[in-house]
């Protein structure tokens, strides 16, 4: 079910770039030294995004460089960039858009997120490979495994102790040496071990404008509460449940015929669009955490 | 600060029109009986809003009509149209917009709110009559008398018993005979006899999309909790802070450049459409309240 | 890439329903003699909609019945509805839910929306079934066939008279009985005979927020005349081109650092909330179309 | 009707900052030269903003200094700027955020975009100064005077020749040394020598999302077209009628049931939002032409 011809056609040539992320306590000259740091290896800036957070003192770049006009290879620019980074106490990544990020998918029985995920996938919208699902059903097997993607089942008991299935998935997901794991609608609560495993880059839908109706069932208590919108939230996991940095969040009105079954379909749109989008902004490396915020210099 | 030339220019000549809210039981054939008894006074019906839900299974109706087509005065008609509202078991009134509703202001410090709802109500875009405001400041007596409106001071005590002054202020409420008291960020908990004597025409707006954020603070927690979107809730007050039916909420996108006084500035466009919004609603009579829902038939 | 468990879990037992559909000249006591008749006949009125217009001085109704509480059949209440209607000189339908309404797609060379209707055909969301594929290009033959779906492939010449490949085209369409035709990016112009064949029932998304950018390359002219916001709109096709009646508009802010290949990308999330949305108010009979305007019965 | 407490309470102690606006062709190497020469006079970076129009290939930045960093004044600061500043063929600005903008205000007799403007401007929301408000009619000079602030009536004759009149209004607009001219629903059509000798300081609403519905009666329009969402576009004018560089647009959603003067209404929220948030952006030098495109660093 997908088009691989419709969008590329006005796309312009692709260009291969390399990108830093740098976050680091904010200081005078910051912009200028690791501008200068580049334009010293001949680097062509494409996009430049800086903020300074007054609050926090904090300072957050993203720089994009045209691959081919740097005059060092990547592992050699790593090196001569370490020294300034370290000076600056600095955390950061070099890397370039040549190799999709590797994403696997986590999924229970409701599918739209991650059908939408593989439509945008295969049409190239979403720089992602997706080697893997894992789900703790078998629902999905036949529609996974149609696509050419490895399909595993690792079921997880009602009660009782979680502990050993979640170990097995969480060797399963580093088999495949992920990027980025993604819970598309993923139906049961990750135990601490796993979510620190995957921190910052663990990603969750969740259906409601967090901090709103955090938890289960958030739907039918956005429907009880009568509110006028509703939404969803694409967020980072960490140990406490629903309350990771929040990276997009989309929300539609509702008025009061919508019914609890109308929310969940209304709702369906907004999960495809909040997920998709803050997956497009990890994997494209717009994405910066700093404490329970995120900075995201959008595209 | 007011014009009172621009919109009249292109309205249509106003027809004064007589409402008739109801909810009740649903059960089989109700339009049919209660449209039926309008047709048979001559009514011609302007506009027709029902809304039967299946989850309570309850039957809500709003029809406005054109008061002149009307075989009998509003008295008669309220009259004639007792039995069948006995019958239906049915919480209902029945009203025309001849009279604007009159509305009481309760403002604390930040006028915003209160300067917008002063505006629409002078430019005849909200169908209000506003003769008094409290305020437990002094702040804005100046700006209010010079609109006519007569300003009382209530100060609230810090701490201590408050209820002296809080019941010195519904004192001075009921004298102004009111439709509707608006809370247009006024900082202090009303106490709940306070809130259960103007059950179901005390609207309040709350800085923040609820149900997040209740309470104090809003802006700076959902600056601290990262979120993408910030809003305003306009809802009927009830003895649970913030917790009472809501009948519009109005959010705005922000990212990570915004500050907690970015958040304030452009939250307070959001306070201001979703207040004016939900009071239009209530006072043109196209709000139910079902528990602790609402049904707003818009316009 | 479907899922058939996650969404009804939570809907509610469906009920089949009766829906009338009627619009007239607006006079006194429509609504008393509709509603009575159906009362008349046992029917449970599950959702009424009316709108009467006070410009065009016309009257809109939709009427959802339960069906099994009607002391009719279809036919013979249609049959029984036909003397009212005549004297009302309305346009009017009576259809059951029972059956999905036969949807036809056109598609050219970009599939984002046909994998979308797709999606939400097989995951039940759309009452639909579609039982033919028509393109100008062989390019989705594969993803349609692999979905079942009958794939005709109808060349248009870039230039000389098409009118004998549109005519094998509005065979085709008819042959397969369709109440409704979708042009889901299909790049081809219609000739006036097939618009008018299908009026009322072949529906378009176009790629802009109508009027603006109506005909050709719509996102390149919209970066190219800086528009802040960019949108889809679905209509009905008529005669003249991107002219006829407005269904749905789903529009999306867009900054300056958007490039036309961020507008295509943003667009078609746009594109696809429209078309479906728009295609189930149509299916769903809640689309009344008068003169170029639509009334809308949103659900 | 003004609030000069409300917002302030929350806010941060204002730092008075320098900013620099500056636009040129692209070329490897700029935004580390310019960030160099702050460096080296002691320059604080507080927001850095800077695009790289990969189309044009053309260079924006916007950055803000902390002025009291800075170890030259102003007048020198920019003239040790201007030998880069030539260099780079760039199109630059230096200013600080010392002084408010003085910005005169052109109105007809439509009053609520003028109404809010100045509450804005009351409440320090929007840093400007209003010294004058020019009117082709006398409905507002009350209003006007009553806030302290000069009022011109400079009719426009209906037929005829209107230059006497406009140039009068230009020598009257020039005598009040403004920054910037806003015609907050101005409906006479600006002649060319007015809209040149204001080129990028003149700022218009326009009652639609432009490019529908250019010229008169855009509401009235939309609803004939029938169109699902109304709007605003906040621009600068040149002497193509409605046809400048967009700086801002807000839309909001109606439906079937709203009439033209419930567009009226529900556009006038739009407008005030599009207007008030364009000047904003303008005034604080977020703002940089090129072409008949904008390039908005957002706060």
Chains 1, 2, 3, 4 share one sequence.
């Not at 501008?35 to 494409?46: E, P, R, S, V, W």
Request: aromatic fraction near 8%; include cysteine.
């Amino acid at each position: 079910m997908i088009d691989t011809n419709g969008q590329s056609r006005l796309d312009r040539v692709p260009v291969t770039t390399t990108v830093l992320k740098l976050s680091c306590p904010d200081r005078v000259g910051l912009l200028s030294r690791i501008t200068t740091f580049f334009a010293h290896h001949g680097g062509n800036l494409l996009e430049v995004h800086q903020f300074a957070d007054p609050i926090g003192s904090w300072f957050f770049t993203r720089i994009a460089i045209e691959t081919e006009t740097l005059a060092l290879e990547l592992p050699a620019l790593r090196k001569a960039f370490a020294p300034l980074a370290n000076d600056l106490e600095a955390e950061w990544s070099l890397r370039t858009n040549a190799e999709p990020q590797r994403m696997v998918v986590l999924v229970s029985k409701t599918g739209h997120c991650m059908a939408d995920l593989f439509w945008r996938w295969r049409s190239k919208e979403l720089p992602v490979e997706i080697p893997l699902v894992i789900s703790n059903h078998e629902d999905f097997r036949e529609m996974v495994e149609r696509e050419g993607v490895e399909f595993r089942h690792i079921p997880i008991p009602d009660s009782g102790d979680r502990d050993e299935a979640f170990s097995r998935m969480l060797e399963t997901c580093e088999a495949a040496n992920p990027d980025l794991i993604v819970t598309a609608r993923y139906m049961r609560v990750l135990p601490d071990f796993f979510c620190k495993a995957f921190s910052g880059r663990l990603i969750n839908i969740h259906h409601s404008f967090l901090p709103a109706f955090e938890g289960a069932n958030p739907y039918r208590r956005a429907y009880d509460r009568g509110v006028k919108l509703i939404g969803a939230t694409c967020h980072y996991v960490t140990p406490d449940l629903d309350a990771g940095p929040i990276i997009e969040q989309v929300v539609e009105r509702v008025e009061h015929f919508h019914l609890p079954e109308d929310l969940l379909r209304l709702g369906r749109d907004c999960e495809r669009l909040a997920l998709s989008r803050g997956i497009r902004y990890h994997v494209t490396d717009r994405v910066l955490i700093h404490g329970n915020r995120t900075v995201v210099f959008r595209d």
